[in-house]
Every structure is written in C-alpha cells, then in structure tokens.
C-alpha cells in the first residue's frame, strides 16, 4: 500500500525532516509510527497523502508514484485516503451529520445516497443518533470519532492517523484504537502515528520508529519495551 524509497525532504529553512527512508506497509497491514516530536511522523503522513511533495526518493502509494501525479491526479488519490487529525478539524458551525458527509458532498454525490453513507459511518463508530447535534456539544472522544467518520465515510482504502489519541483520556484512547482495528480487520490498510507508547505496547502490530527523520527500528510492538527519545 505504502513504500518509501531513499525518501529525504529538507523544508525551506534548510531543516532535514526525512533522511534517506524507506520502509513499506502491505496491503490491509495496520502499523503505528512511533517517535520524538520533530522526528518526521507528521511530514511522512503528509508526503503518503500528497501534501508535500519530498526534496527526493520515491513515494509510491497503491502502486503510483506520486512524484508523477499532478493536477486532479491529486484530489483522486487523496479521495482514496481517510485522514484523522490530533485536534479533530470540524466545523462547528455544521451538524454532525454535514461534517460527516463533507467529502460526499465535494464529489457531487446524491443527498440520498450521502445519508445513507453518513448514517452507516456514524453507526461504524456508534454515533448514529447523533446527526443533528453540533461538535461542540460533544465530549472529545465522540468529536473524535465524527473525524473518524469522516475519514471512513468515503470508504478509502488506507487511513492515516497523526496523534488520534493526544487530546485523549486513556480510556477514549483504547475506544479509537479499538475503531481502528476494527476497520483493519475488515481490509483497510491503517498507519497511525502516535507517542501513546504503554497503549501501542499492548496490540499486536508492527512499530515503524523515527529517530531525526531516519528509521530506528522495525518490528512487533509486542516485543519487549519500546523506547522513544524525550
């Protein structure tokens, strides 16, 4: 699904984010990207969705190269991603159920098949009942999972995640983890980047660790304990 060749990317202020990566996710694989603030997480999920483009490598999604898409290739191959973002990013002056069917109604879709999707994304993350409720009304968990809805509603093939769980109580962030494995299990393909280290330690998937842009180390969360740079 994912695979970084020899990826590096160095912003305008002559920062090195990415250094020489590369690893790769397989199809319907869930993964978590682990690391320091300023390791490179955020600028990897960006470089996967094509919101930055790398100062070099290669950076091949669902077997396109993204260094040669351009123009409405882009907006394509965002479509096919569901992205969830640490601080939510709804609309506060929209419904529940509108925030939800946003993608939907960007592509032009028919308001009746929007509610069904909507509908059937909100029960996927148990908020259906909740579509004419605003996301201020919410607590920060079920705000989360409106964003989760969100990402899923258009039925992407891969789900990135940056910090889903931060603004999180531990108990809300074993709920979204739970959603997340849900979804995997059912084929989607799922990265998450995340510094929630004693709550990745119990689920059985692979750890994919940063250190200053570089990869640190590679395999199961599950063995042994996990080290990340304070």
Request: charged share 20%.
């Amino acid at each position: 699904m994912i695979e970084f060749k020899d990826v590096s990317h160095r912003y305008q202020n002559g920062q090195d984010v990415l250094s020489r990566l590369s690893f790769s996710l397989a199809h319907g694989e869930m993964a978590f990207l682990t690391g320091a603030s300023g390791a490179g997480k955020s600028t990897l999920l960006k470089a996967v969705a094509a919101m930055l483009r790398p100062s070099s490598g290669q950076v091949i999604v669902g077997g396109a190269d993204l260094a040669t898409i351009r123009g409405g290739r882009i907006a394509t191959h965002r479509q096919r991603i569901g992205i969830i973002f640490q601080n939510f990013n709804l609309l506060h002056d929209r419904t529940v159920f509108d925030n939800v069917g946003l993608p939907l109604v960007i592509r032009g879709w028919r308001h009746q098949d929007i509610a069904r999707r909507v509908r059937a994304a909100l029960d996927a993350v148990e908020l259906l009942g909740k579509e004419r409720v605003y996301p201020l009304t919410l607590s920060g968990g079920e705000q989360q999972r409106v964003g989760i809805a969100r990402a899923i509603v258009a039925k992407p093939d891969l789900l990135l995640a940056d910090e889903p769980t931060g603004n999180l109580d531990p108990e809300m962030a074993q709920d979204i983890m739970g959603i997340f494995r849900r979804f995997n299990e059912v084929g989607v393909s799922v990265l998450v980047a995340t510094h929630a280290i004693d709550l990745i330690r119990q689920l059985p998937y692979r750890l994919i660790h940063l250190e200053h842009g570089r990869l640190s180390e590679q395999g199961p969360v599950s063995h042994g304990d996990l080290h990340v740079s304070p």
